[in-house]
């Protein structure tokens, strides 16, 4: 039996992106298959019962008879529902959508947030698997591809890497103490910091831990359960061997998890890895984002030697797609003086750091218990960094002070109609006349309101940037001589930038 459009609404990744229903009845409507798209000749592609996705792309600049037209086609298709994203393309539906989804009872659902697509057709496969009369088959097979690796002796890495293939995610063995054993090491997508975990038992008792890191799912679940079994049988065939990591991986391990109790529990952890903090001296914490298609842990060396040359003796493992390294700072750690030592680092790297991307700083720490949260911090500034576009050098905590409050506690329908409201005439103008307004504000907020600088990054002359200008005041009826006024500006377009993952520099082109 096929899903409703209510029970796909319904799904984490549909939940996360605050769906509206504008016209139709979703209880009324089964959903065959999820599907996205932005080319406005997609009806043709389509077998009928989809849910299809769009931000809008391929609709901008279409007249209201084409935008009729392109939902009749859908209708004509048998099209389940159009999901549109709002925020990217439009700031609302455009009318002719709404009005011709409602002549023809096709299914109209707003999507007020900004969640990968891949995400919702991850999703709407989980629930057809977990309602298919197939499932233990395929449960079946899940089971055969996790445990080859065992029948054919092919040891622990092999086994994690089929899981981490399996699941789409990260797959790690801990100990029975929640120490790091071993990770998968094929390159997947980023983990969105959820993870799911079973226990491993030996003849013995517990013998450790698997962990998924990444969002639970039905299929996830059926590779996690035959994973603990499967590492159980590997472990018995080496019942001596040991696979420990080294001291300082496994506190940033630890660190990166949450698990470190206290900070003198954390001091004798360091003692015994060897790196002694001294009195009177803050604590540098960093995080080096890596490729996902690159494994972490061929960084750490690297990154503890260029560390090392300008900070002195490291503490440094991989976390993730991070390598996070502790070092120890001045009892004066300046801004200007934490940037230059990581930077000269940053520039140490070299060659052989391939898959490095931004090394991001957290603010200096004076007391050893508030180096897990600046883990925490370092980690979110990598992730911050990658929405807003940067994606080398060095970035401290304090460059990102406004993108780091937008993502802790902005609500996605308040941000949308902030942008809105401060950007929004800029950008249907630039979308229709293919102009350069968004990269010319950009350019101007970026060199602090310098016009011949502005007018020298951009390649035009001064009058030409006088004209501009004064475009943009008009559009928006601002003055862009009011510090308030250019402010709120600033936020729109960092907010707008998160939103998208658009660059104003290049987004029209």
């Not at 350069?436 to 600088?453: C, H, I, N, Q």
């Not at 008009?474 to 993952?501: E, H, K, N, P």
Request: aromatic residues 4%; charged residues 20%.
């Amino acid at each position: 039996m096929l899903p409703t459009l209510r029970e796909v609404l319904a799904l984490p990744s549909f939940r996360a992106a605050a769906p509206e229903v504008l016209t139709g009845d979703a209880d009324a409507v089964t959903v065959r298959w999820v599907h996205s798209s932005e080319v406005y000749e997609i009806a043709g592609l389509l077998a009928g019962g989809e849910v299809l996705l769009t931000t809008g792309l391929g609709l901008h600049g279409r007249t209201a008879a084409q935008l009729t037209a392109y939902v009749d086609r859908l209708a004509d298709a048998g099209c389940a529902a159009l999901a549109l994203e709002i925020g990217r393309s439009f700031f609302e539906a455009p009318a002719p959508v709404v009005r011709a989804a409602q002549r023809r009872g096709l299914t109209l659902v707003a999507l007020h947030a900004v969640v990968p697509f891949v995400r919702m057709v991850e999703d709407f496969h989980d629930l057809t698997v977990r309602r298919h009369p197939d499932a233990p088959r395929l449960a079946e097979r899940v089971w055969q591809e996790v445990l080859a690796p065992v029948v054919h002796g092919q040891g622990m890495t092999a086994l994690l890497d089929a899981a981490a293939r399996l699941a789409g995610c990260g797959v790690e063995l801990l100990d029975v103490d929640g120490t790091l054993v071993e990770r998968s090491r094929v390159a997947v997508p980023e983990d969105d910091g959820e993870c799911v975990d079973a226990d491993v038992r030996g003849p013995g008792g517990p013998a450790g831990r698997v962990v998924l890191r990444g969002r639970s799912s039905a299929r996830r679940v059926a590779v996690l359960q035959r994973l603990s079994v499967a590492v159980a049988l590997e472990l018995g065939r080496h019942p001596g061997a040991e696979h420990r990591p080294s001291l300082a991986q496994a506190v940033v391990t630890d660190l990166a998890a949450g698990a470190v109790s206290s900070g003198a529990d954390l001091r004798d952890r360091l003692v015994a890895a060897g790196w002694v903090p001294a009195p009177g001296r803050h604590l540098l914490v960093a995080a080096l984002d890596v490729d996902p298609r690159v494994p972490a842990h061929e960084l750490v060396a690297p990154l503890r030697e260029a560390l090392t040359g300008e900070l002195g003796p490291v503490v440094a493992g991989a976390a993730g797609n991070h390598v996070v390294a502790l070092a120890q700072g001045w009892s004066r750690p300046l801004p200007q003086r934490v940037r230059a030592a990581f930077t000269a680092a940053y520039d140490g790297l070299g060659p052989g750091a391939a898959g490095a991307r931004v090394l991001a700083v957290a603010a200096p720490v004076a007391d050893l218990a508030d180096v897990g949260p600046a883990v925490a911090q370092v980690r979110e500034v990598a992730q911050v960094a990658r929405r807003v576009g940067t994606r080398s050098g060095v970035v401290l905590a304090r460059d990102l002070g406004v993108p780091r409050l937008l993502a802790a506690g902005s609500d996605p329908t308040a941000t949308a109609a902030f942008v809105a409201e401060q950007l929004g005439p800029l950008l249907e103008y630039d979308i229709a006349a293919s102009a350069d307004l968004m990269r010319t504000l950009d350019a101007f907020l970026a060199r602090g309101a310098s016009k011949s600088r502005t007018a020298a990054a951009l390649g035009i002359r001064r009058q030409s940037l006088y004209a501009r200008l004064e475009r943009i005041e008009r559009l928006l009826g601002v003055s862009l001589g009011d510090a308030g006024q250019v402010s709120c500006l600033a936020v729109a377009l960092t907010a707008w930038r998160m939103r998208t993952g658009l660059d104003p520099q290049t987004a029209f082109g």
